[in-house]
């Protein structure tokens, strides 16, 4: 797995002014078509981990490796972050219009994204027309668009209700079956964290180190009563442990 | 009831005002030199009505002119300034020069740069002078407004200085361009009226020239229906933008 990763950071540290640091030392690498879940309590510098993923952001120390093509790095953010005045396929379609991609090839290109999405109807909708859940499809479209290699997602649900999220992620792992992207995949929500991921890397309250990794031992996309089975109770149980312990040996170690 | 009372409320208002008004003119016997009543005024405002409709026209024209001067002026040096951080420094201190100098002190040198022949061109310019500040700086403030997580989504997928300007920039600046114009709307009818009183109005008499008319000649019926009419004018036009704004962000926003 060493070989194929597709995304790396290697003894990053990440210190903002006036805020100390954020984050690190921590290593971490994503193999080609792998789902990670960074999760950790909120501050823990798992979005600042992101950042470095996607090339926002760059590292005070250490080294990031990723794919430097653009459009091989996709994210969805906390919100859909759509343009307003653009429709759903216009929105959709801007990666590759700013990749040089002609009008017309990336909005038929960026229809059949939206369609993959379960959007197929809605391309001249705005986003203003659209619901939480459907702008959140949207912005996945937008982010698959490109067939990106590294597809980042920063608590892509968290805005939205139980029922919506729950079949985003179920959408989410069938379109990871058909791309095969690598994904990292950021979240305080341990049963999510469990739900999407084959491997989690559990994250210590700010600066963010890692205090351990949990290997989630089941198929994806997870079979249709997965949240009832044992190996998704018994990982749940395992991650909320480790994360209490993490919480409690940042608590020690600050008194 | 409510909706009645919207509308009940300052109808009342109005009528008691003018009813005080005329009431004491005659009670009290004001000469029509002095203040003429209501209804004197409404007979002059009829009497003239033809008369004033062409000097509205030309009062109109000299505002609407000038904006569309200026909006192309102050929109290009806000792109300007938007696209490079020097061009902004520099213009700054003209920007506040132009803001906070009285317009009024300025009409004497216009008039020497327009020429005894054509006193309409500093009229024009003087409307200028006073629209430009609130275009320029609804079009900057607008240009700096973009949603950052989209900015962020630009520097994901390598967007260019000129694309970020055109296709994120410029279209999320539209709502604050509108409240520019708005304002430059309002100022460009004052730069109008303040030009004609101070300069002088050639062959081309608008409405403010009908007012030092009908006031040199104590002629204050005349002047005073005069005053109705720009009042008239200036409310039809603020109400006319409002409709077109709403459209434009109707358009803008998909709903």
């Known amino acids: 797995m060493a070989e194929a990763a597709v995304a790396a950071l290697e003894a990053v540290e ?7 640091r954020a984050l690190g030392p921590f290593d971490f690498r994503l193999g080609r078509g792998e ?32 794919a430097a093509k653009r459009g091989d790095t996709s994210v969805v953010f906390q919100s859909p972050t759509l343009a307003p005045w653009l429709s759903a396929v216009g929105n959709v379609a801007l990666p590759l219009e700013l990749d040089g991609i002609d009008r017309r090839t990336a909005r038929a290109q960026a229809a059949q994204a939206l369609a993959r999405v379960g959007l197929a109807g809605a391309e001249k909708a705005r986003p ?27 608590e892509p649900f968290a805005a939205l209700d139980e029922i919506t999220r729950r079949a985003l992620a179920d959408d989410v792992l069938a379109l990871w079956a058909v791309q095969k992207p690598g994904i990292v995949f950021v979240t305080h929500n341990v049963e999510e964290a469990v739900y999407m991921a084959s491997r989690v890397v559990v994250m210590t ?9 949990l290997v989630v031992d089941a198929p994806s996309p997870r079979a249709p009563a997965f949240r009832t089975s044992a190996v998704f109770r018994d990982a749940a149980e395992q991650l909320s442990d480790m994360l209490a312990a993490a919480m409690q040996a940042a608590r020690a170690s600050a008194a | 009831m409510r909706r009645a009372i919207d509308w009940l409320a300052p109808a009342a208002m109005v009528i008691f005002v003018l009813a005080a008004w005329e009431a004491s003119c005659r009670l009290l016997q004001v000469p029509i030199f002095f203040l003429p009543p209501p209804s004197t005024i409404a007979v002059a405002l009829a009497q003239n009505a033809g008369l004033l409709f062409v000097s509205a026209g030309r009062t109109l024209g000299t505002a609407l002119g000038a904006l569309a001067v200026v909006s192309a002026m102050a929109n290009l040096a806000a792109l300007a300034a938007a696209s490079s951080r020097t061009i902004e420094r520099g213009f700054s201190p003209l920007a506040v020069t132009l803001q ?4 009024v002190a300025l009409a004497p040198l216009f008039q020497v740069w327009a020429g005894i022949d054509h006193p309409q061109r500093a009229v024009i310019a003087l409307a ?37 300007l055109f296709r994120l920039r410029v279209p999320s600046a539209l709502p604050h361009v509108l409240q520019g114009h708005k304002v430059a709307l309002g100022l460009a009818l004052v730069g109008a009226v303040i030009g004609e009183m101070s300069v002088g109005a050639g062959g081309e008499e608008g409405l403010a020239w009908r007012i030092l008319e009908a006031s040199h000649r104590l002629q204050m019926d005349k002047s005073f229906a005069a005053l109705v009419a720009l009042a ?4 039809t036009l603020n109400f006319a933008y409002q409709a077109l704004e709403k459209a434009v962000l109707r358009w803008w926003r998909g709903r």
Not at chain 1, 133 to 138: D, F, H, Q
Not at chain 2, 100 to 103: C, L, Q, Y
Not at chain 2, 232 to 235: E, N, P, R, T, V
């Open chain 2, 232 to 235: 008239l004018m200036a409310g």
């Open chain 2, 100 to 103: 906070v100098t009285p317009i």
């Open chain 1, 35 to 66: 789902i990670v879940a960074l999760v950790g309590p909120s501050g823990c510098g798992k979005s600042t981990a992101l950042r470095l993923l996607a090339g926002l952001e760059a590292p005070t120390r250490g080294v990031v490796r990723r």
């Open chain 1, 128 to 154: 203003v027309q659209l619901s939480g859940g459907m702008a959140m499809r949207a912005s996945l479209a937008r982010a698959l668009v490109t067939e990106p290699e590294v597809l980042l997602l920063d």
């Open chain 1, 205 to 213: 309250p700010g600066p963010g180190r890692s205090a351990g990794e």
């Open chain 1, 14 to 20: 990440v210190d903002y002014p006036g805020r100390g």
């Open chain 2, 128 to 164: 200028c002078v006073v629209a430009f500040f609130p275009i320029y700086s609804g079009a900057l403030t607008g240009l700096a407004s973009a949603d950052p997580e989209l900015e962020r989504l630009f520097d994901l997928y390598g967007a260019s200085g000129w694309q970020r």
